[in-house]
């Protein structure tokens, strides 16, 4: 059973920054994707950037060029480093692994993480 616990939201003014991180463990799988959902009121949930088990990465365009996804080394932590934040970013955050190679839909994701709320203010 594969289990992610996300960490780092908080408070930021636009133009600021914050780093999330996800505990990832039991994540066995040789081929998987992981990604960064987000979910704001009265909002579908939309995948933010994804990566998979070789290293590729995929981005929103909403979040090109201002965020990063990443992994440690040892593949037990996932990073997003948010840069020059929005407050259109502001949302509750899930990280959430999947089986399928180059997931993107959140319906794929069959782990999930219970989500980091991140506010932003203009």
Request: glycine share 12%; hydrophobic share 35%.
């Amino acid at each position: 059973q594969v289990h992610l616990v996300e960490s780092g939201g908080g408070s930021a003014q636009a133009g600021g920054s914050l780093r999330l991180s996800c505990g990832v463990s039991e994540l066995t799988y040789s081929w998987y994707c992981m990604g960064w959902f987000r979910q704001a009121p009265g909002r579908e949930r939309e995948g933010v950037a994804f990566i998979a088990s070789d290293g590729r990465t995929d981005y929103a365009d909403s979040v090109k060029g201002r965020f990063t996804i990443s992994q440690d080394d040892a593949k037990n932590t996932l990073f997003l480093q948010m840069n020059s934040l929005k407050p259109e970013d502001s949302a509750t955050y899930y990280c959430a692994a999947s089986a399928v190679p180059r997931a993107r839909r959140p319906e794929l994701f069959g782990y999930w993480g219970q989500g980091t709320p991140v506010n932003v203010s203009s």
